[in-house]
């Protein structure tokens, strides 16, 4: 090739000369000088991950955040400093959120798929050895065995054997030769070449995986925080005008002075405002995770174990989830031969072959009989071509799978090939081959000696674990790369659900093919690692909810894509650090226990939520009755976070970190607004109701207020009742428990939570209206029920 030969190019940041060298002269210092300048640099690629400022700045400055910040420094100039007793848990909450994006972000940002510290270049004729992110494009590089590809490249001279497994899945190892291209992040197992490379930095293969497995995926919540986040959002619109109309009411109509206005405002905003249900919730996944290490599963994004508890179709790959990864010969079937002969030959050819994956391991194990025969060429296993050969003076003996072994041929043997395959084996041909070994397509017929028969045993609980999804409604794809055949087999034997509905995914053309596909096949065999992506894709965009389990770097974008993502430990660290949830045993059947700690979060959440949302109701309302009547808001706000601490706040933890495992039913919201809105509506009619009355006779309004507050604590412990049922023993003590605190506090520091000592005649009124909140919360609750059933939610 000619040095001084010029082209014009792309690169990542704009036209840049292009230069072709010798190989035996690389690039001149004046060339590398001009690809610098250029920035045609390997450079590494940052993580696409949030900063940690970034990630404080999106914590902190919150349109919630700043709401309470702006009612915090109110009650401050109004002197109301015993008011401020919701910021703890608001600052709590923040610091929370912070922490778990910064451990996300270190986890990612600790993703690296490429390890390949220095690499040896031919610069102005001399070799040279220089750092990775130091190569420029059209640098002549030079591979050997144990090598990792920094950049995309293209051989020049010599030839090598790689292993390509983020590309094809497989660690079986692939022939490179002159004009082939080498993927960055491959590694070199055998032979020496010299490559130009000719996409470096972002351009490169490995770079563009890497940026997209680190993409946060932005907007893709659970259904619980998607609920809890629209419940958040409604009260953030609503809180404005209400709040602002209050205190204008107060301030400007009735005259009040600027502190009782700013308390009364104070008062009805965060009683709309569910401060706690994020920190519950959070605090919640946290002891999930916790309890989830201590069975070696480990969680990256916490928010999946809701997730994986909704999932209603699981991707999972026969080796390594159905099957144990260790591979074994069960035997094999001579054509002609005697089975002594055949034995023999399959030995000369196993003793020749290097030991780099998992079919050559099994069958070293096998065949040990080594008769010192050896051969002239080796040919290490095609991805691409589906055999591995090996040349001796005399013959040729080829092994690889039937399909593309025997080509046409092949229906010859089906009986043979179909006598295993049904039975869950894997089927190899080993036969002699007259054409020209070259590491490409065999073109020649091959005459078959013997097919080996293979398997991998059914790892111990697959059984139990594929029909405890099934039970719970969840549907199973199995994506493998092996022939359906006998991955159907194997499935029917682990029990999962429509194994015998198999399909050949090389025969599924594109996306549309496969959209149709997922809807009527269980098993895909033949699957490429690009599919694997596209059955994820196919679906989500069908509307279901799907879990993945991968163990591979070519698994990663598929992983990214699914809903919950789920690794082997015993697989790659790229696969284990993008995916959410790692098995750190590589033993699936943990899948059932995280699924039913999901149930546990899911459900008692819910649970919790509840008594969130009766707070929430009854605020607005009663924030927009007192609007529209002209009143002052009956409660302060020091009331209303002593009656959240012992109806809400304590309640809702020890619920929240309760046993529970309940099928996940209906839809979050739907659940917390059946249950929450009759309490809520009891609340609000009697304060109301109570209001009016004592306006009508002249009580005193810190007598109203505090009558409003013990009428408020006896509907929030009776729905706590409700929603604490059954009441076992933990239970009881737990009301109980609530019960005895909140009186504590009216009756010894009730200064701190302005309780004043109520008249005779606003007693009288109170125990009235104290007598109505049963009867009316019952009725509440069957006309809520029946609304349910009419409405079908």
């Not at 293969?205 to 946060?216: F, G, H, V």
């Amino acid at each position: 090739m000619d040095t001084g030969r010029n082209e014009s190019g792309e690169t990542c940041e704009g036209k840049v000369r292009r230069f072709y060298p010798d190989p035996q002269i690389g690039l001149t210092k004046d060339q590398v000088v001009e690809h610098v300048r250029a920035h045609a640099v390997n450079k590494k690629v940052d993580s696409s991950t949030s900063t940690v400022k970034e990630i404080i700045r999106s914590n902190v400055c919150t349109y919630f955040n700043l709401i309470f910040l702006v009612l915090g420094i109110l009650l401050i100039a109004a002197g109301s400093f015993r008011d401020l007793t919701f910021l703890p848990v608001i600052i709590a909450n923040t610091c929370i959120g912070i922490a778990q994006e910064i451990q996300a972000k270190k986890v990612l940002d600790d993703l690296n798929i490429l390890n390949a510290p220095s690499c040896t270049v031919i610069r102005d004729g001399e070799e040279k050895t220089i750092k990775a992110e130091h190569l420029v494009l059209d640098d002549i590089a030079v591979f050997s065995a144990g090598n990792q590809i920094p950049a995309d490249a293209v051989i020049l001279s010599g030839e090598v054997a790689v292993n390509e497994a983020m590309i094809t899945g497989e660690s079986d190892e692939v022939q490179k030769k002159v004009r082939d291209r080498l993927l960055s992040g491959s590694f070199v197992v055998s032979g020496n070449c010299r490559a130009q490379l000719e996409k470096v930095g972002e351009d490169s293969y490995i770079s563009r995986l890497t940026l997209q497995a680190t993409k946060t995926k932005n907007g893709e919540q659970s259904e619980m925080i998607r609920s809890l986040n629209r419940l958040v959002m409604a009260a953030g619109i609503l809180i404005i005008p209400i709040g602002l109309t209050l205190f204008i009411q107060q301030f400007v109509l009735a005259e009040a002075d600027f502190g009782t206005s700013v308390s009364s405002m104070v008062a009805a905003v965060i009683g709309m405002i569910p401060e706690g249900l994020y920190l519950l919730a959070s605090v919640a996944l946290a002891v999930s995770a916790m309890r989830l290490a201590k069975q070696k599963v480990l969680l990256h994004d916490m928010k999946c174990i809701e997730t994986l508890a909704r999932v209603d179709v699981l991707c999972v790959d026969k080796t390594g989830t159905i099957t144990v990864p260790e591979m074994e010969v069960s035997g094999f079937v001579p054509v002609r031969d005697g089975e002594q002969f055949v034995n023999d030959k399959i030995c000369d050819f196993v003793t020749n072959m290097t030991v780099d994956n998992a079919t050559m391991e099994a069958l070293g194990r096998y065949f040990t009989n080594d008769t010192g025969r050896k051969a002239k060429k080796v040919i290490s296993f095609s991805s691409a071509y589906k055999y591995s050969a090996v040349e001796f003076a005399d013959e040729k003996l080829v092994l690889g799978a039937p399909e593309f072994v025997l080509g046409n041929f092949v229906s010859l043997y089906s009986n043979i090939i179909e006598q295993y395959t049904k039975n869950g084996y894997r089927v190899l041909v080993f036969g002699r081959y007259k054409g020209t070994l070259d590491g490409g397509a065999i073109n020649e017929r091959v005459e078959p000696i013997a097919f080996i028969y293979l398997s991998n045993a059914i790892r111990k609980g697959a059984v139990e674990t594929f029909s405890y999804f099934a039970e719970n409604g969840v549907d199973i794809k199995v994506i493998s790369g092996d022939n359906p055949g006998t991955v159907s087999e194997i499935a029917k034997k682990a029990g999962i659900n429509n194994a015998e509905k198999y399909i050949d995914a090389s025969t599924l053309e594109g996306q549309a093919d496969i959209n149709s596909a997922v809807k009527e096949y269980t098993v895909f065999g033949r699957v490429t690692p690009v599919q694997k992506r596209m059955f994820v894709k196919a679906l989500k965009e069908a509307g279901r909810t799907v879990a993945m389990t991968g163990d591979g770097v070519n698994d990663v974008l598929a992983l990214k894509d699914a809903d919950c993502s789920i690794a082997m430990a015993s697989g790659s660290e790229a696969a284990c650090q993008v995916a959410q949830l790692v098995l750190l045993d590589s033993d699936f059947s943990r899948m059932p226990s995280v699924v039913a700690e999901g149930r546990r979060v899911v459900n008692n959440i819910q649970r919790s939520a509840t008594l969130y949302l009766v707070k929430n109701i009854f605020s607005m309302l009663l924030a927009i009755f007192s609007m529209i009547l002209m009143l002052n808001y009956p409660l302060e706000p020091s009331q209303v976070s002593l009656i959240s601490m012992f109806t809400i706040g304590i309640p809702s933890f020890v619920l929240a970190l309760e046993p529970n495992k309940e099928k996940i039913k209906g839809h979050f919201m739907h659940n917390v607004l059946i249950k929450a809105l009759p309490a809520g509506l009891t609340d609000f009619l009697v304060v109301s109701g109570l209001v009016v009355f004592c306006r009508e006779f002249n009580v005193d309004a810190e007598c109203v207020s505090t009558s409003c507050t013990i009428l408020v604590a006896i509907v929030g412990f009776m729905i706590l009742y409700e929603i604490a049922k059954p009441m076992i023993r933990m239970h009881i003590i737990l009301l109980v428990g609530v019960i005895l605190g909140w009186l504590f506090c009216m009756l010894f520091i009730s200064p701190l939570f302005a309780i004043t000592s109520i008249s005779k005649q606003c007693a009288m009124l109170m125990v009235v209206f104290a007598l109505i909140t049963e009867p009316a919360l019952r009725y509440l609750t069957k006309l809520s029920e029946w609304l349910k059933q009419r409405l079908n939610l």
